[in-house]
């Protein structure tokens, strides 16, 4: 592999650790936001958290997880129930914040399945990854991350939450 392409999947593997520091901070925003009962700032937080990490998941379903299947299957399968499980909790909290409620203990479980899930992925997704895909791959991911980029960028530009003193 020429370095310019070993730094083009660097930055990707960059971008996607970066996005995972970005759920974890917009959850910790959430959680604050909803124990401060500012629900304007909740929805607006969870509305980016929401659309960022959904198009990371389907990103990894699409252009990563059959290159692991070729691989590991299990690992690939182990990765796609969590993102079942991922997709089944957005659909419970959108839910539970549409009825004015204030899930504060399933946010911070939601959190911790999310660092949890970074961490196995940080394992078994993007540490091998550039030797998993060929070239027709490598593109079509480069091409979709250059779009979920956006979604990111939009997210982390917009939801901070300052009015919660711990
Ligand atoms: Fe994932
Ligand atoms: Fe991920």
Do not use: C
Request: net charge negative; charged share 30%; proline share 2%.
């Amino acid at each position: 592999m020429s370095s310019q392409a070993e730094s083009a999947v660097r930055s990707i593997e960059e971008e996607l650790f970066a996005e995972h520091r970005l759920f974890d901070e917009l959850g910790s925003s959430l959680i604050a936001a909803t124990i401060a009962r500012d629900a304007t700032a909740a929805h607006a937080i969870w509305n980016d958290l929401r659309s960022v990490l959904l198009v990371h998941v389907q990103g990894e379903d699409r252009f990563l997880i059959p290159a692991l299947a070729r691989r590991q299957p299990q690992e690939a399968r182990a990765l796609l129930a969590e993102h079942k499980l991922i997709r089944d909790r957005v659909g419970e909290i959108d839910a539970a914040l549409a009825q004015g409620l204030r899930p504060i203990q399933s946010l911070r479980a939601f959190v911790d399945e999310l660092n949890a899930h970074a961490r196995h992925e940080a394992k078994v997704l993007y540490a091998h990854r550039d030797a998993w895909l060929d070239d027709k791959e490598r593109a079509l991911l480069d091409a979709y991350r250059d779009e979920a980029s956006k979604v990111s960028s939009a997210a982390s530009s917009s939801s901070t939450f300052t009015g919660f003193v711990r």
